[in-house]
């Protein structure tokens, strides 16, 4: 829109905008189940129907990108192909079969006086969203949204903002085609920081922010933002094998979380080898994590024990590789793994194999992270796998949600206290 | 302690202090049940011999705020008198029955590849607690905070650091009869500003601000911390009194809510009447509250109805009073008592008052607050009417909790994820 609006323009179109979502989110926390679902469904047809415009703003994006020489990473992420927008419309459609958390009680009791308190399910409000270059944030996020009731805010990319309009005006179509308010999706159309950070600042409009990014943006939310923050921040996920690991296990489970998929934040960072496992099992591992390509980084005493590997520098524990790079550790003791992890994990998925119970429940317990596993892979802190359906992202964050964040994480309560006349005495 | 230490020599101190913290958590988090309630108990008894330093200390606190021309109900406010040392004891030791919420499990599931997910309760870590006149929030925050396996930062008010190191230091003498860190509670030692902002900077060493007290700090907290507050603003309470009221009940709860306790922030501030009950009701509730010496300000009709009302100005409206006064407005119907309260309600407690289950229903469902209720005093949003056994104070936050904060409030959660050799495909 109006980039080069003034200073007051903008705070005062930004003002009235969150005005409005804050109306729209009141109208959304009363929809009953049916209609968010129909509403879901529509904003997927609008999707498929609006194709052939998605398709030409974002190669405007893309072409502007090129110009502006973004890497080829960069544009792959940015660009939308019909199997990506496809994906997007399924999406919005599997959101409609998940059970709407709104309305759901937690939990009832009675009190001595005779009230009865409930305690309900309801919408956090209006989420704000920044995002940066994948366009199908955009979809993923509002409709998530909106099966919870929520009204949102989103800031996407600069470098995609026609792509992410072209996707709002197609979602636009959905909400009008049901009803209800085109408010309860917001784009910021402007793309410069003072537009973010006034946005941060809005918290009578705006409920709760969630950052998707890198470190840098999330970062610089939670340092400028009077709102309530849900970190995303970085995976650096253990894999600790005790010296009563089955070997056989070990070997599969770390290939799997160090491989599968090595950009994403659950997979594997770090490995501590127990001392009395290690010498049979690290010229093992090496085998098969080097026929996968990975770079072996140990401290001295795997390198005596695997002599290919390379010597692991101080900074590599605790380091998000998102690459075919492993640091290595060879541990005295459970305890010196969970010191370890204590010192430099980063909250999110820490895993111990081990055929022992005690071991693991020594584990499980001590280790502070979002998602603690015995006998699995780090890949599976995920909503998905969780039997979420869908997810926001994984929060590193202590309060409000840990882990994945699905549909009931984007909801709060209240309380529904009913009597028959009880005064305070 | 050191009050005139340069800038950089706190800044150091403080850190270490949080790095304590952090691992006094540690510990704490994985103490069982039964080591947490002995030493509630311990820290009870260490309050009570004490009692000597703490009056002593306190006595400097008055005669250094008598000199300062502290108001007479601030240094009421901050006396220590031998019944509110024995309360803060009585705190600590109501906590020691109480059920632990750490270590509960919220919900299990299993997989269809088999592995079990288990949502389990766990301390949030490091709660940090900046608070005003009143010494007992030390022993009562420290308590709740033990009792839910966190650390506990503290930062009182300036006026009472002597009392609050001598309560502190009682404390201290528990932890170590129970040979646990001192460090498990904290107390900033200095009260000047910049020690506050360094502190709500701490986001390595703290998960979570509670700041208690006027708007005034709390909306100074949330500027400046990059750690995730819950805030308890102020309670704007509102009662509707529908067409359908019993008029007798709707007279007692107006009463008990208005006139119990004026000055907190569940009494009611702003009552709305139907028009077809007001012509009847608002000479009878005149009366009744003239008697208790409340000060009616009416809209217009109101006023036509009760010519003893004052009129009430725009800004009598959302206005928090804490004392014998209250804005009345006749209202058409019970969406337009809804529109009013979703303007000037601040979220905390609103209540109907009918006898009709739709008009109750429909209250219920679009009024969002904290706590909402159906013929009852707003004056039981409170932790321990809600049966919490006690709270740290009540969330006007959307948040992680709402409404009353009592231990499992103080809690989160983390999963733990049991396989037998399961990797993602």
């Known amino acids: 829109m109006n980039q080069s609006s003034t200073n007051i323009d903008f705070k005062q179109e930004l003002m009235a905008m969150g005005q409005a979502t804050r109306e729209a989110a009141r109208k959304l926390a009363v929809l009953p189940g049916t209609r968010k679902e129909r509403c879901l469904n529509a904003m997927a047809d609008a999707i498929m129907d609006q194709q052939p415009s998605l398709c030409q703003a974002n190669q405007q994006d893309l072409a502007a990108g090129r110009e502006r020489g973004l890497s ?26 998940l059970p709407d958390p709104v309305g759901r009680v937690d939990s009832t009791w009675i009190r001595p006086n005779g009230i009865k308190i409930r305690k309900v ?13 994948r366009p199908n944030v955009t979809a993923d996020a509002a409709g998530l949204c909106m099966k919870a009731g929520n009204a949102v805010f989103l800031r996407g990319g600069s470098e995609s903002l026609r792509s992410n309009q072209a996707i709002v005006s197609a979602l636009h ?5 049901c009803e209800l308010p085109e408010a309860a999706i917001q784009l910021l159309p402007w793309t410069d920081r003072a537009a973010v950070t006034a946005m941060l600042k809005m918290n009578q ?31 650096v996920c253990h894999i600790y094998v005790d010296q009563a690991a089955d070997p056989a296990m070990a070997t599969a489970i770390v290939e799997n979380a160090k ?43 795997f390198c005596r024990l695997v002599p290919q590997a390379k010597p692991a520098s101080d900074d590599d524990w605790g380091r998000e590789f998102l690459d075919l790079i492993l640091a290595v550790r060879v541990v005295e003791s459970i305890e010196q793994a969970i010191e370890h992890i204590a010192e430099f994990g980063s909250g999110h998925s820490e895993a111990i194999i081990t055929e022992n119970k005690t071991a693991a429940a020594l584990f499980t317990e001590h280790v502070d992270a979002a998602a603690v596993y015995v006998n699995a892979s780090t890949r599976f802190t995920d909503g998905g796998q969780f039997g979420m359906g869908a997810e926001i992202g994984i ?31």
């Open 173 to 177: 179509q959905g909400l009008r085609s």
């Open 72 to 97: 080829k990473a960069m544009l792959d992420r940015l660009e939308l192909t019909p199997e990506r927008i496809e994906e997007m419309a399924r999406g919005l459609r599997v959101l409609v079969g």
């Open 205 to 235: 409009y705006i409920d709760l922010i969630i950052p998707r990014g890198g470190e840098g943006l999330i970062r610089a939310v939670v340092e400028n933002s009077t709102i309530p923050v849900i970190k995303h921040y970085k995976g």
């Open 395 to 425: 929060s590193t964050d202590r309060i409000h949600a840990r882990g994945p964040m699905g549909i009931d994480e984007l909801t709060t309560y209240k309380y529904i206290v009913t009597g028959s006349g009880q005064i305070r005495t």
């Open 121 to 133: 399910r309801v919408p956090i409000g209006v989420i704000g969203i920044i995002y940066e270059s």
């Open 259 to 301: 491989c599968q998929r090595p950009g994403v934040c659950n997979a594997l960072e770090s490995l501590l080898i127990h001392r009395d496992i290690a010498a049979s099992l690290a010229p093992k591992l090496y085998t098969v994590l080097n026929d996968k390509g990975v770079e072996l980084r140990g401290d001295p005493e």
